[in-house]
């Protein structure tokens, strides 16, 4: 269990990790989200007490890190997988950092098994690829058996097979019991290695819940409708019918439909009671990825730098089409395909606002890689 | 319970399992006896054309040594590597990762390196010594005359001091590039240039080499060294001194700031 009160600290100036409290627990994998520098690698050090917070504290298990005994059969972690001497074997580096806690040399031979270093444990760090030193950094962690593990962007540089693999050891690790905590800046990875999911952005929390919390809060679906022929006419038949039948209906800039609030079969009987042919009935989901995008987007920190021929790209945006008329306009759908929200705009930037007109104003005027306002 | 030759033995295993620290080490002696020992070829083929007072006040025993303020460099570099490597490659932060015992840790490095200095450093002056006499031949000396055994002793003493003031400084610092820096000019050049003007050599010769080399020398005055108001082993003991700031140093500045 590691248990986070009021966490800060600042550097000079720079407040990279700003009032977080949070709690891992045991028998989960709880993942740690959040844009580049956005200060989760700074919370990991504070956690295993290389860095001092300005205020507050940490602790594992109820203890600062730093005055756990026998510190390394409780925690393990991986943060640097970098942080080795390259002129070093693995298996000697290994050794003398288990040789620190007196674990046996049998269990440094033992984790260079389980992950998978074994034919490699004689060859010099220095000429390790990427995800050989993940895993070594990796085989380090699990040393002390620890009951709480970190690991500072685990998949970092690992092929599909390796991704699959850390996937599966963190799982393990928190069915056995432990407290795991994995930070990464891929949503799509948290979403299925995690059951918990912890995201900051610019040092501050912004969600902690569970990940099918997470998904069904922040990810709304829709259907994609398509009417036979090229022509409006189909298209604005079947618009008009979906929104009698209570749908919400917003056009694509393909003539595409995308409707919420209407099951498929309803879509298709509707449809079809309308006289309408369909080319395109599908299900979508707004990814989770979007969902991320959006939550944090606000608190990103290096965003890319307006590219001036954007708007020579940039795609037409969804348009309400004309038999919308009227006030029922702003009844735009609750999904993710909208250009986020400016940055600040509503108090809480993971949640879509609870009046959805605000948002499709906001939609008008917004282009999706608008800069950052400030910073 | 982990503890304290838990850590001794985990350094061990690193400082065993680099190259640098082969390499540093044996350069560390061949320079030294190299040197001193072409020195002595030099002395003993122009005995007679030295001034009279310097063949009066002639030390075989720190003839055998000159080698040292060369040799000395690479137990310098040694020092500083030893230390500043944890800080270049990350490797401290991994160890404070798994023993957050900061004090412990850097004793347990410091212990290690500073034994295995001291071992080569004595396998250096003994070898240093031998060898210059042997080439001295008329003008040499024994180990068993006065102060000759305490000279040897102590060469081997200060390399292995300087290795560890290295390693206090590169603690300090917490980067190897600007340790050597800093210390390979001071040692090799600035120390010797204040020590040799007369104005700034009051100061000087309180400085850790200018100090520490004193227990090196059994012929007072010897090579133009002068007066001393401290003997040999009070120079050694402002060398100690020196190294133990270092040191204080060094492990404040682990224990204080963030890894
Ligand atoms: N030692 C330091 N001195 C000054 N600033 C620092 C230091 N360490 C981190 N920072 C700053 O603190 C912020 C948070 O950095 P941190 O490395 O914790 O981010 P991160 O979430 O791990 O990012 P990434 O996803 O890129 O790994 C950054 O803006 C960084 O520049
Ligand atoms: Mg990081």
Same mark, same amino acid.
């Given at each position: ?27 989960? =994998?709880?993942?740690?989200?959040? %844009? ?41 972690? !991986? ?34 098994? +389980? ?70 800046? !891929? ?11 912890? =995201? @900051? ?60 609030? $209407? ?17 395109? $009935? ?17 608190? =990103? ?69 608008? %800069?950052?306002?400030?910073? | ?29 061949? +320079? ?82 500073? =034994?295995?200095? $001291? ?16 080439? !001295? ?5 024994? @180990?068993?005359?006065?102060?000759? $055994? ?34 390979? %000019? ?74």
């Amino acid at each position: 269990m590691i248990e986070a009160v009021g966490l800060t600290k600042r550097f000079g100036a720079k407040t990279a990790v700003d009032q977080l409290s949070f709690q891992v627990r045991p028998g989960h =994998v709880t993942g740690f989200l959040g %844009p580049n520098g956005s200060g989760k690698s700074t919370t990991m050090r504070m956690i295993l007490g290389l860095d001092r917070p300005t205020s507050g504290h940490v602790t594992i298990n109820g203890m600062p890190f730093r005055d756990l005994p026998n510190a390394q059969r409780n925690v393990g972690a !991986l943060l640097d997988a970098k942080a080795v001497h390259g002129g070093r074997r693995a298996r000697t580096h290994l050794l003398s950092i288990a040789q620190l806690s007196g674990i046996p040399e049998k269990r440094v031979d033992e984790v260079l098994g +389980v992950v998978g270093l074994q034919d490699v444990a004689r060859q010099r760090a220095k000429g390790f690829s990427l995800g050989m030193g993940q895993r070594l950094g990796i085989a380090t962690a699990l040393l002390g058996d620890p009951k709480v593990l970190l690991f500072d962007e685990p998949v970092n540089g690992l092929d599909p097979e390796g991704i699959l693999w850390v996937r599966n050891l963190m799982k393990q690790l928190a069915a056995e019991g432990r407290t795991v905590f994995v930070s990464s800046h !891929l949503m799509s990875e948290m979403a299925l290695t995690a059951d918990h999911l912890i =995201v @900051i952005g610019r040092g501050r929390l912004l969600a902690d819940m569970g990940t099918q919390e997470f998904i069904t809060r922040n990810s709304a679906g829709f259907a994609r409708v398509r009417a036979a022929g090229t022509g409006p006419d189909g298209r604005n038949t079947l618009g008009t019918a979906l929104t009698k039948a209570g749908g919400r209906v917003l056009q694509e800039p393909d003539g595409a439909l995308r409707v919420t609030g $209407l099951e498929l079969p309803v879509i298709s009987d509707v449809a079809h009671e309308a006289g309408v042919r369909l080319w395109e $009935l599908s299900p979508h989901r707004a990814s989770l990825e979007e969902a991320y995008m959006r939550m944090t987007q606000s608190s =990103v920190e290096y965003t890319s730098s307006e590219d001036p021929r954007a708007e020579l790209w940039e795609p037409e945006p969804l348009t309400v089409p004309e038999w919308e008329d009227g006030p029922a306009a702003p009844e735009v759908p609750r999904t993710g395909f909208f250009a986020p929200p400016p940055p600040g705009a509503g108090g809480a930037p993971f949640l879509m606002p609870s009046d959805p007109g605000k948002l499709a104003s906001a939609a008008g005027n917004t282009s999706p890689n608008q %800069p950052e306002e400030s910073r | 319970m982990s503890s304290f030759p838990a850590v001794l033995n985990s350094e061990w295993t690193k400082i065993r399992t680099v190259a640098s620290t082969t390499w540093t080490l044996v350069a560390a002696l061949v +320079v030294t006896v190299g040197i001193s020992a072409g020195l002595c070829t030099l002395f003993n083929s122009t005995f007679t054309e030295m001034p009279k007072e310097q063949q009066l006040t002639f030390d075989p025993t720190l003839a055998s040594f000159v080698g040292m303020s060369l040799g000395q460099l690479a137990m310098i570099i040694f020092g500083v590597l030893v230390v500043g490597t944890e800080y270049s490659t990350g490797m401290i932060r991994t160890s404070l990762a798994a023993v957050p015992r900061r004090g412990e840790l850097f004793l347990g490095k410091l212990t290690v390196a500073t =034994v295995l200095a $001291l071992v080569v450093g004595l396998a250096t002056s003994f070898l240093s010594f031998f060898l210059g006499q042997a080439i !001295l031949g008329e003008h040499s000396t024994g @180990i068993d005359e006065p102060g000759v $055994l305490r000279a040897v002793f102590g060469a081997g003493l200060y390399m292995a001091l300087i290795a560890l003031f290295s390693m206090g400084v590169a603690a300090m610092l917490r980067s190897s590039v600007l340790a050597i820096c800093i210390l390979i %000019p001071f040692f090799l050049l600035i120390s010797n240039i204040l020590n040799g003007v007369s104005a700034t050599r009051k100061v000087a010769q309180y400085l850790p080499d200018q100090a520490g080399s004193r227990i090196m020398q059994v012929v007072p005055g010897a090579m133009d060294s002068g007066e001393t108001p401290y003997g040999p082993w009070g120079g050694l003991g402002i060398m100690v001194l020196w190294v133990l700031a270092s040191v204080l140093g060094g492990y404040l500045v682990l224990k204080k700031r963030d890894a």
